[in-house]
């Protein structure tokens, strides 16, 4: 069975930087593809950014390009976002994800982790 973990939320001022990691576990995930999104209070569960599991392909929602950065460690079948520069509308509870063609659809996914909640300050 898939299990994804999310961990290394907190919370931080604006400006900051704050690396989050996804434990991946339950199959081979060498051709899956691997998202983050986040959901702020009120709102819908939106796409932050996606790669493929193996290669550099990734894809990023508009609000976060240029200062949040997707990537994997296939020795450690860990998925991570590195995020700086982060801003008050940041904030939200981030959920990795995992599918098998790249999409930014959050119905699309079909394994999800329970979310680590990260709060930015002004």
């Known amino acids: 069975q898939v299990q994804l973990v999310e961990s290394g939320g907190g919370f931080v001022q604006a400006g900051a930087s704050l690396r989050l990691s996804c434990a991946a576990s339950?199959?081979?995930?060498?051709?899956?593809?691997m998202g983050w999104f986040r959901q702020a209070p009120g709102k819908e569960r939106e796409f932050v950014a996606a790669k493929t599991w193996i290669g550099y392909s990734a894809v990023y929602a508009d609000s976060v390009k240029g200062r949040f950065t997707i990537s994997t460690d296939n020795t450690k079948n860990t998925v991570y976002l590195q995020m700086n520069s982060l801003k008050p509308e940041d904030t939200a509870v981030y959920y990795c994800?995992?599918?098998?063609?790249?999409?930014?659809?959050?119905?699309?996914?079909?394994?999800w982790g329970q979310g680590t909640q990260v709060t930015v300050s002004s």
């Open positions: 339950g199959r081979t995930f060498g051709t899956s593809i």
């Open positions: 994800a995992t599918t098998s063609q790249v999409t930014r659809v959050v119905r699309d996914y079909d394994y």
